[in-house]
Nanobody, 124 residues
Framework: QVQLVESGGGLVQAGGSLRLSCAASGRPYSRYAMGWFRQAPGKEREFVAVISWSGSTTNYADSVKGRFTISRDNAKNTVYLQMNSLKPEDTAIYYC?????????????????WGQGTQVTVSS
């Protein structure tokens, strides 16, 4: 059984920064890609970023490119999402997820395990 626990969410003003963390346990986490998704009120969950098992390959949604950075520390079984230049439209619950492949995907269907989510609120 895999457990993913997100942390680091909170309230921040527009233009500010937050760093989300996702700690994994219960599976050889380092062998799989990890992704971040988000769900804003009244909207469907959407892809944010993904990182391959080694950390050498990343991919981002167009809406966050140049502002967000995904990274991972396999020694700590943790994946991070550094969010800079935050905008009110970034307000959402952010979820980390474990992919069933080593490279990762942008679609939810390939993700086997999900965290409980952490709230990010950006005020204008």
């Amino acid at each position: 059984q895999v457990q993913l626990v997100e942390s680091g969410g909170g309230l921040v003003q527009a233009g500010g920064s937050l760093r989300l963390s996702c700690a994994a346990s219960g599976r050889p986490y380092s062998r799989y890609a990890m992704g971040w998704f988000r769900q804003a009120p009244g909207k469907e969950r959407e892809f944010v970023a993904v990182i391959s098992w080694s950390g050498s390959t990343t991919n981002y949604a167009d809406s966050v490119k140049g502002r967000f950075t995904i990274s991972r520390d396999n020694a700590k079984n943790t994946v991070y999402l550094q969010m800079n230049s935050l905008k009110p439209e970034d307000t959402a619950i952010y979820y980390c997820a474990l992919d069933n492949t080593i490279l990762g995907h942008t679609t939810e269907a390939s993700y086997d395990y999900w965290g409980q989510g952490t709230q990010v609120t950006v005020s204008s």
